[in-house]
Structures are given as structure tokens and as C-alpha cells.
């Protein structure tokens, strides 16, 4: 990779692919990997400390963490964002209903008499929801800037020869990041470019050559179901990347594998189009390729602390982590004081609960009512 290098260890960030025919470096320890980086102490967990290795995976986890169910957006103009995703990405649309006078809903959504209309768009490799409620009618729009706080973007991946940056592109996105083009940051095969969608909600496009594509998780059935594109991440900025990574070692029940400082590459100055940018990131392995959940600390420009309180419906992105038995990851999450608003709820093919993390981002827990559905992690993600 060009550009100077951190006086610190370096680790790659998850955009840079490793080779999983390379040889598996050993795991190392969190006490000394924070004194390289400069970082405090993440987490203690009972007697065990908190370790990033770089062999972890869901496949490690010790709760009934299955994977990412879906990502979510909740939006104020549900026909124009909705159009705007089926343009770009081909994605199904698999159901779009208005819920009103639904008690299952006031209890799931914390508020009574909730009403709102809901889009579901399933990718070949988990599912995008795009929500209007009623109260966010008159809502004023913002523009998530690329350092947060908060949940920023999701990740939309596919083959360059398919590229989504085009389509994303001809479908109307904004485009963030610098130039005419996707970067191509380390001439290993994928190009990468940060863009808005019609409210201002971020979105990253990978574009894959051959040599990347299997080992980003790609399918090659999925061409032949007319399915080109898929999505991989949930993406978090924090002010506090030691507070918030460590909060998700707890609900995940695995560790990261892969943190480090990144700074000084012009080619992640045109991405993120900031001059000299310079953040933390850290990576948990959500399936055995193609998901993660990845974890960004600015450092120039700092991201800020959220100011005061997020409702879990507010506009902006959320996610849902599926697991195989809900009544005790709630039970379990709640000793540990994890805030949901309510108790799990029957709605739709899911039991469901929402929650906020530290940092005041939404996710939901899930459990598919049946374990073999289409809409299941369990079918998304066959090879696990």
C-alpha cells in the first residue's frame, strides 16, 4: 500500500481483503495489540481477556448468534427511496405493507397507535427494509456525514463487471467521495467509493475483479438468479471505538478479528474526501465471508459523541442481528444492562426487540418463527 504508514502497527481494515490461502497469523493478545496501537483496555469478560485474532469468527460465537438479518432505513419519502434502491441494485421487492392498530407494533416500536408502511427488499445475502413512519412525515432530511457519530452506511458489493458504482450512479446517488470513479486503493482487485441516497443516508460500493470475488462470499448462482449485487456490512462510527466494540463483544459472544490505525494514504483521502484523514477501525467476521460488522474512530476529524437521544424510529439506519433463541439472548443481554425497549414481540415471519447500543445506535434481535424461511439467516447463509 502507498502512502506512509502509521507510527504505530498497522493491520488492515476489512476493505483489504486477506488471501485465505495465506498463512493464518497467531492471535494476538488484546493487552499487547492495545499497547502497540497506543488504545486503552477494551473489556474484561469474567477472567477471560478480551483478545482480536485474527482467526475469529460468528462460527466461534458463544451465545445463539446466528448472523446479520437485516439492515434498515427508516425514510420520509418511502416511494422515491424505495425506487431509487430498486434502480440500483435489482434487489426484490418482497413485500410493502401499511400497519396500523396493530398492538404488536405499538409494543415493538415503544409508542401507541405506531402507524407506518413498510418496504422489504431481500438481497441474495440478507434483507433491506425500508420504513416511512407517519409521525416522521414532516421530518427535516440531514446528510450523514462520513465521520459520524453513528450508524453511517451500509455496503453494497458486486462484480466489476456488474459495477454498482454505475448503477448506484445512474440511479441518482450523490456521490462523496472524490472524482469520477471508484478508488482503487491497493491494486488488489476492488474499487471503492462512498455516495448519498435521496436523504442524505450514506452508502459505500465495492466493485469486485475476479481475483477479489471469492473472497468476498460471492455466489456465482447469484448472476444466474439475476442477482449481481449483494450487501456486506453494518458500518458504526464512535467517538469511543474501545467502549463500543467491546459492548458488541458481549451480545455477539466472539472476538474481532482485526483492529488497527489507519492514516496517511491520499487514496482514503479520496474516498472519504478529506484531507489527511486519519481513524481507528476494528472488524467482527459476521459468517465465514461476505458480512462483517466494522467499527471506524475518526481521528481527523474527530467523530463527535451523539447529543442527546435517538428514538428507535427516528431517520437513519438500524440492523437487526438474528439469533436461535431470543427469549435467552434477551434474558442474557439484560443482566449484562443492555437497554431494550420492551419485551420480544410476535411480528410478521420474526419474534423481534429492539435496543440501542452505548453510542445510541438501534439493532433489533431477531428469531425467525421458522428456522428454515427464506428470510432466515439459515437460508442466507447456507455455507456457514
Known sequence: MKGKKSSREFIEP?????????????????????????????????????????????????????????????????DKTLAF??????????????????????????????????????????????????????????TMPVQGPGMTHTCFQSPAAESGYEKFVKAGARLLSRGDRPVDIGGYGVTYAY?????????EVEQLEEKALAQSGYDSTWVVQNHPMWMSQVGLATHD????????????????????????????DQITAIDQVALRGGWFRMNDTSKVMEFWQYKKPATPALKGRRDITDLGYSFSIEVGNIQEEYRRLK???????????????????????????????RQAVDPQSVYSVNHFDRRR
Not at 102 to 120: F, M, Q, T
Not at 197 to 203: A, K, L, R, S
Not at 336 to 357: H, I, K, N, R, S
Open 241 to 268: 471505538i474501545e467502549r463500543l466494540m467491546a459492548f458488541y463483544q458481549k451480545v455477539l459472544g466472539f472476538a474481532p478479528y482485526r483492529a488497527g490505525d489507519y492514516d496517511a494514504n491520499p487514496k482514503l
Open 335 to 365: 443482566k449484562l444492562g443492555v437497554a431494550f425497549t420492551g419485551e420480544p414481540v410476535y411480528l410478521d415471519d420474526f419474534w423481534q426487540v429492539y435496543a440501542q447500543d452505548p453510542d445510541g445506535n438501534v439493532f433489533a434481535l
Open 85 to 142: 434502491y430498486q434502480q440500483a441494485t435489482g434487489f426484490e421487492l418482497v413485500k410493502r405493507e401499511r400497519i396500523s392498530g396493530n398492538r404488536a407494533a405499538d409494543k415493538l416500536y415503544g409508542r401507541d397507535n405506531i402507524a407506518y408502511e413498510i418496504a422489504v427488499l431481500k438481497a441474495p445475502n440478507m434483507l433491506l427494509e425500508l420504513t416511512a413512519f407517519k409521525h416522521n412525515a414532516g421530518t427535516t432530511l440531514s
Open 14 to 78: 476489512s476493505f483489504i481483503k486477506p488471501n485465505p490461502t495465506s498463512p493464518k497469523e497467531p492471535a494476538m493478545p488484546l493487552n499487547r495489540l492495545l499497547r502497540t496501537l497506543g488504545l486503552s483496555a477494551l473489556v474484561t469478560l469474567g477472567a477471560d481477556a478480551l483478545e482480536v485474532d485474527p482467526k475469529a469468527s460468528i462460527r466461534d460465537a458463544s451465545t445463539s448468534v446466528l448472523g446479520i438479518n437485516h439492515i434498515g432505513l427508516s425514510v420520509r419519502d418511502l
Open 195 to 203: 455516495a448519498y441516497d435521496p436523504e442524505g443516508n450514506m452508502i
